[in-house]
């Protein structure tokens, strides 16, 4: 995503697992969903009911950052066109184990 975002989600929880957690996310997401976890590699989410989400990885720094574009394939593209968004995930050590924080921006959308 190049554009400055003009919307964005945010969120934040904490995890008693290790930030090791996070770098298996894929296993999160609906059989069949893989990430290729080099730069400019494939990322394909399915989620409930076949939907396919797909997108590019743009950064991994295990395990400490996870940043990836993120747009519908199928079901509604409409409101998320492929690369249309960008989604990062950061993890930082805590005592009682690790925080993640979620962030989701969404490109500007042309008039």
């Given at each position: 995503?190049?554009?400055?975002?003009?919307?964005?989600?945010?969120?934040?929880?904490?995890?008693?697992?290790?930030?090791?957690?996070?770098?298996?996310?894929?296993?999160?997401?609906?059989?069949?969903?893989?990430?290729?976890?080099?730069?400019?590699?494939?990322?394909r989410i399915v989620l409930p009911g076949?939907?396919?989400?797909?997108?590019?990885?743009?950064?991994?720094?295990?395990?400490?950052?996870?940043?990836?574009?993120?747009?519908?394939?199928?079901?509604?593209?409409?409101?998320?066109?492929?690369?249309?968004?960008?989604?990062?995930?950061?993890?930082?050590?805590?005592?009682?184990?690790?925080?993640?924080?979620?962030?989701?921006?969404?490109?500007?959308?042309?008039?």
């Amino acid at each position: 995503m190049h554009h400055a975002a003009a919307r964005a989600i945010a969120a934040s929880a904490r995890s008693s697992s290790g930030p090791q957690v996070a770098i298996r996310f894929a296993s999160w997401w609906g059989a069949g969903s893989t990430i290729d976890p080099t730069p400019g590699g494939a990322v394909r989410i399915v989620l409930p009911g076949g939907v396919r989400v797909c997108g590019t990885l743009v950064e991994l720094r295990p395990p400490e950052l996870v940043s990836f574009t993120y747009g519908y394939e199928t079901g509604h593209p409409e409101l998320i066109p492929p690369g249309g968004s960008l989604v990062t995930l950061t993890l930082e050590l805590h005592p009682e184990g690790t925080m993640l924080r979620l962030r989701h921006d969404f490109a500007t959308v042309a008039a």
